[in-house]
């Protein structure tokens, strides 16, 4: 059984920081891209961050380069989205996503994470 499953989310203060993590199953990881996306209520769900298969390249939207770190340890299956200096305009709900590069399947989504950023 496939399964994307995010954690870490949650209430911080506009400057604090929160690690998201995303824990994969049931396929090959090292085989996937991974990204993470963000949707705030009434907005499109965004790109935010992207890393390739083994880790090497990290691509980031505008509105969080410089703040947001993206890595993976494909040992345990696992891809984190570090996230610094936060502002409120970053509060939304996070998703993982699993693109696949190598072989044959298909992508996958994790059912989100509530990150709010608020005094």
């Known amino acids: 059984q496939v399964q994307l499953v995010e954690s870490g989310g949650g209430l911080v203060q506009p400057g604090g920081s929160l690690r998201l993590s995303c824990v994969a199953s049931?396929?090959?990881?090292?085989?996937?891209?991974m990204r993470w996306y963000r949707q705030a209520p009434g907005k499109e769900r965004e790109l935010v961050a992207a890393i390739t298969t083994a880790g090497v390249t990290a691509n980031y939207a505008d509105s969080v380069k410089g703040r947001f770190t993206i890595s993976r340890d494909n040992a345990k299956n696992t891809v984190y989205l570090q996230m610094n200096s936060l502002k409120p305009e970053d509060t939304a709900v996070y998703y993982c996503?699993?693109?696949?590069?190598?072989?044959?399947?298909?992508?996958?989504w994790g059912q989100g994470t509530q990150v709010t950023v608020s005094s």
């Open positions: 996503n699993a693109v696949i590069v190598r072989g044959i399947g298909r992508d996958y």
């Open positions: 049931g396929f090959i990881f090292s085989n996937y891209a």
